[in-house]
């Protein structure tokens, strides 16, 4: 049974997920559940920036490797007899 079918429930008394709740609505323990996740989510945010910070050089790197092999590569396959390093 749905509750929007349930006797003295009506529609409009269905919370949906787009209708904003005061927090005085909420219980403790969902309040502090969400604290927690917020805490999570920004705590792996540094850790992602970090990360990326230490990692960044090196894919810079990485991508300056791969585009000068290709450009040889494409210089080579248009002139096969250079044989150039």
Do not use: C, H
């Not at 090196?58 to 210089?75: F, G, I, K, P, Y």
Request: glycine share 2%; proline share 8%.
């Amino acid at each position: 049974m749905k509750i929007w079918d349930a006797q003295g429930v009506e529609a409009a008394q269905v919370p949906l997920l787009q209708t904003p709740l005061a927090a005085e609505q909420l219980p403790p323990e969902v309040l502090q559940a969400l604290d927690a996740r917020l805490q999570e989510r920004a705590r792996l945010d540094v850790m992602a920036d970090q990360l990326l910070g230490v990692l960044q050089p090196r894919v810079e790197a990485l991508a300056a490797a791969a585009v000068r092999q290709q450009l040889r590569d494409a210089w080579q396959q248009r002139y096969p007899s250079d044989t150039r390093p």
